[in-house]
């Protein structure tokens, strides 16, 4: 009954899973023709990495550079275009656009290659990763209820059987292939230990001067904490027949290390030769502890 669940839960695509009902395979074939301006600024990553996190922190830049998004709320203003549900038009937003995608290099728009706009890549240490997107599923109701568990899960993710995908390819793709990008790299943790250099990194990468204070402004409403409470920013408006935020919600726990509360001995020798393998020759740097 859960593998049930879990099955009608995704559907597959181009070699990788998307979320049923969310999108379609002739949607997802469309972004490939996406005209890309300049100024378009993407947000990539594997589901679970930061995503909310990091739409908050370029929506208030945006917002300190007075840069006028005509748009309420984060998810909105950072719209993920494999996943358009409120049908918004992106050909006719005012520059710059701001997207979000957890989509893989091969199936981006075609002209992000030219090079043309930026790429945010922000990745996470796998554990953690996958601590967080067990959680993040037992928030929706097919899966509640059927009592989705964590050992079922773990196999799911290591097999690549979650929406974007295998973790490692993901990574692996976007980082084997950023030259082709206008891209840079982040990770979660080294947000987590340092946020201000995070935000200055960024607004370098979008040559966007702030003052002090606007950098002060943005470290500030980007805390865990704060975006909790923050109703532009933590996702309440989501209803609960899709998401039900009661158990923590979109905004959990936030930190580095809880991996260790979850996976067992054998798992996390698993997954660090998993790790090995798929990613070992690259300069990736995992951060597993705070
Ligand atoms: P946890 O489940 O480990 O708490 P995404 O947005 O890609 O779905 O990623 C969600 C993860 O990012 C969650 O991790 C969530 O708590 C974390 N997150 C969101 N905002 C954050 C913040 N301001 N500081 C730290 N972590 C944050």
Redesign the pocket.
Known sequence: ELQAAYDAFLFKYEGTYFQTGYTTAQVLDSLKDMTIRDSDVFLV?F??????????ILCLIFSEAHINMAEDINSRRSPWIEYNLENLDFNNRPSPRLFSTHLPYYMIPEELRTPKGKIIYVYRNPK?NM??FY??CKLFPSLKKANITWDAFFDWYMAGKVYGGLYFDHLRGWYTHKEDFNCIFLT?ED??KDLKSAVLKICEFLEIKLDDEGVDRVVEK???Q??KKDPL?NYEFVKKQFLDQQE?G??????IG?WKNLLTVAQSEKVDKVLQEKLGDLPLKFTWDV
């Not at 589901?47 to 908050?56: E, F």
């Not at 979109?250 to 930190?255: E, F, M, N, Q, Y």
């Open positions: 990553t589901p679970k990495s930061g995503t909310v996190w990091l739409q908050q953690d601590v967080s959680h993040f979660y947000m987590i980007s805390t865990f704060n975006m920013a923590g979109l905004l959990r726990k936030g930190t809880d």
